[in-house]
């Protein structure tokens, strides 16, 4: 026997049965509606009045309930639009409001021009903290900064051939020189116009400015060099990999394809020709001086490859520069330079460091050098001092850093593109844990970076080691030593130096992540290429394992000797250290024999290959 219906049934029957009585019975619902408790036609009876308020308060309960979950959606505005899909009425709200948070700090959504912040008022933004001043800029202040280029180089880019060196390429059109490109397809016509902008040019980047101190350049140099195995991992995890979390500079990149290519030999490739331009600026304190400054030179052709982008991206489809701003613009390229400048010293503050307010006024102003050179505006560069660009930095996270999609496979892909390359050696992991332990897990957990305590505490031990051998090795032997290990790096990935030209023309589509569809073709192709394998008999088959590259045993062999040899070192270091302390205490007590094989470890570590 089948059992009777359930009550909710019942009720959503009679609903239906009422309204369609009510459209055969007009005529008769007045009269009976109010004294008749069942149909005029017989089918079933109506809702009673505790029923009926029954369903006006569950309705209710539902309505408030929704509004609550809007209400805490945008309460944590930023998180909200990073990484899922939300419906459009929330990211409009969420765009044109300020919220806080839970512990009470303000924050807002990237496309919001005018947050209601005042001096004084408490920001937070993924775990980033700070106090709003009369320094920050406001996003309606930074907007302006988003439609200016270079003014100097712009105007006569299209005067330079693909394979042109720029620094040439200057000379003949202030002479007016008119050659064929080496291709053999002719050249622009220069006019005097052209003559006259080229000079100016010229003049701006062979002047020194008179706020330029070379021995603060050269202790910022030294400062570098000594920190230079850290400033490289900082750069990587932090400034790079925590980089990506602005979607603005990111459609750059995916428009051009330069670092958002599936290859991550090519991609490996980019990255340490930045690490070149990086060294050539430190490698002396002629490495700036103009015309004959290794890093002056690359600075330069760094210039014009920046404005070359931003002629090409201009006439492309994939660029709508009315939307995103001009390409590399002033606030794109400030960014750019705080993560070099203000990136490294709060990262070496994260990791234990102690940084004097000398050696970050001399780093600070290195960086300055560099971007005037680099082509940042005067009065746009943040680094005339340490609290502007602090005020600046903490600025542009609110206006730029926002994760999504596109954010988390750039982030992984370049990750995943270091393992087990030189200088470092690391696991994917490991490289992982390292950029959580410099960027915090909020950022971290967004950028969706796997966790793993176990990696997490050997990264620890590895800063441990680092920071107690800058601690006991001398200066100029550690500067020394940086400077090898950078430079057989790049030349390892590079083969030679490069010369800073676009050696490719604009991403096509595949390289182009703007879509859900070009994600997923990247993505595809690259697990195909990598689970693909062939056993000794030349049979196919395909490996089930995650696609992130694993290290060789040569190269898990190399790391391990290379951390034997760290440690040997810094435990030497230590131990000699507090040799010459109790030597200095106790003038008449002689060294015992566990302090010179303290001293004969850290000179085996040191000086082992």
Known sequence: MRGAPSAQAAFALTRTVHLTCHSHCHSHHHSHSRTMSGCPLGYGRLPTTDQRQDERTNNQNRTTKNKNKKKKKLASCPATVIGVDNEAADVQACAHSTVRDESGALCWDIHNEDPQVKPGDRVSKLGFEFVWSERHMRPRDLMPLRERGDVLVDPIIRLFGRRDDVIDRIGDIRQRRTSDEKSGRPRPVITQEHADQAEALWKHLTTVPDWVDWAAVERGQRFYLRHGGLCGIILLNLSLVGGYSAPRINRVLNSTGYLSTPEPKALFRRLMETAQLTLDCVTGPDALKPETGVGWQSCVRVRFLHAKVRERLTDSKYYDASVWGVPINQEDMCVTLLSF???????????????????????????????????????????????????????????????????????????????????????????????????????????????????????????????????????????????????????????????????????????????????????????????????????????????????????????????????????????????????????????????????????LGLFTV
């Open 341 to 603: 400048q203000y990136n490294v010293l709060e990262g070496l503050k994260r990791l234990g460091f102690s940084v004097t307010p000398q050696q970050r006024a001399d780093y600070t102003h290195l960086w300055r050098v560099i971007g005037h050179f680099v082509g940042v505006a005067e009065d746009v560069n943040p680094l005339s001092s340490w609290e502007r660009s602090c005020a600046m930095m903490e600025s542009l996270i609110m206006h730029q850093v926002q994760p999504d999609e596109n954010s988390v496979y750039l982030a992984n892909q370049t990750i995943k593109s270091t393992v087990g390359r030189p200088p470092f050696y690391l696991s994917y992991k490991s490289s992982a844990a390292m950029s959580r332990i410099l960027m915090g897990d909020p950022l971290a957990d967004t950028l969706k970076l796997p966790k793993s305590q176990w990696h997490t505490a050997s990264m620890w031990l590895v800063i441990f080691f680092l920071r107690a051998t800058i601690a006991v090795v001398p200066e100029s032997f550690m500067i020394k030593r940086s400077w090898r290990a950078l430079d057989y790096a790049i030349m390892t990935a590079l083969g030679k130096r490069t010369d800073f030209a676009i050696k490719a023309p604009l991403a096509t589509e595949g390289h182009h992540l703007n879509s859900r569809k070009a994600l997923a073709w990247s993505a595809k192709r690259q697990l195909n290429r990598q689970l693909v394998r062939r056993d000794s008999l030349g049979n196919t088959f395909v490996n089930e394992r995650d696609d992130v590259p694993e290290l060789t045993t040569s190269q898990r062999i190399l790391f391990v000797l290379r951390l034997y040899r760290l440690l040997l070192t810094a435990i030497g270091g230590v131990v000699s250290w507090l040799a010459v302390r109790r030597a200095r205490a106790l003038p008449s007590a002689r060294p015992q024999w566990q302090y010179r094989l303290a001293q004969a470890m850290f000179l």
